[in-house]
T-cell receptor
């Protein structure tokens, strides 16, 4: 069974700083996706970034980038120039690229506070 | 233009009642899902449907019955509500082959 582990329950950083959220996962699959979702106080689940396991290049979306280490099963999220609006719960997540078994498995989340 | 919508957003009810949550997606996706987020913010899959057919059922009590009248809708009916059912329920949809899922705004269910 797949598992996703986020070892940092809560983090705080000053506005404009860079912060890295850690995530490790366990799977025997070779074809899968990894995601970071953001959940602000509005509780909406917002996809921040997606990584396809077969792609070696790390995904980036503006201020958000990942460090994907497939052999180490590590998938960290880096937020550059953090903004107050980045304050939210962040969930690391795994999904098999397999129709019929494509449930998302979430980590327990990291609560991120951006301080003014 | 809402991609995945859920109604109601909030639901407060008494123990023992029966309630339904509706979900609709206008993305043309074949697969829809229900996830439950507990009080500790942990999210877990409950069900998935593909073209009205149940695909995933993650050991959810029989009191929970999803119903998919067509591939754009997946409703969740809950019988004999219990205190432990209090949670936020998220509907999601995804394309085939799977690449990502789009989530609805969530329904906060409170059972008193």
């Amino acid at each position: 069974a797949q598992t996703v582990t986020q070892s940092q329950p809560e983090m705080s950083v000053q506005e404009a700083e860079t912060v890295t959220l850690s995530c490790t996962y366990d799977t025997s699959e070779s074809n899968y996706y990894l995601f970071w979702y953001k959940q602000p106080p509005s509780r909406q689940m917002i996809l921040v970034i997606r990584q396809e396991a077969y792609k070696q290049q790390n995904a980036t979306e503006n201020r958000f980038s990942v460090n994907f280490q497939k052999a180490a099963k590590s998938f960290s999220l880096k937020i550059s120039d953090s903004q107050l609006g980045d304050t939210a719960m962040y969930f690391c997540a795994f999904m098999k690229r397999l129709k019929g078994d494509d449930k998302i498995i979430f980590g327990k989340g990291t609560r991120l506070h951006i301080l003014p | 233009d809402t991609a995945v919508s859920q109604t109601p957003k909030y639901l407060v009810t008494q123990m023992g009642n029966d309630k339904s949550i509706k979900c609709e997606q206008n993305l043309g996706h074949d697969t829809m899902y229900w996830y439950k987020q507990d009080s500790k913010k942990f999210l877990k899959i409950m069900f998935s449907y593909n073209n009205k057919e149940l695909i995933i059922n993650e050991t959810v009590p029989n009191r929970f019955s999803p119903k998919s009248p067509d591939k754009a809708h997946l409703n969740l009916h809950i019988n004999s509500l219990e205190l432990g059912d209090s949670a936020v329920y998220f509907c999601a949809s995804g394309a085939s082959p799977p690449n990502e899922q789009f989530f609805g705004p969530g329904t906060r269910l409170t059972v008193l």
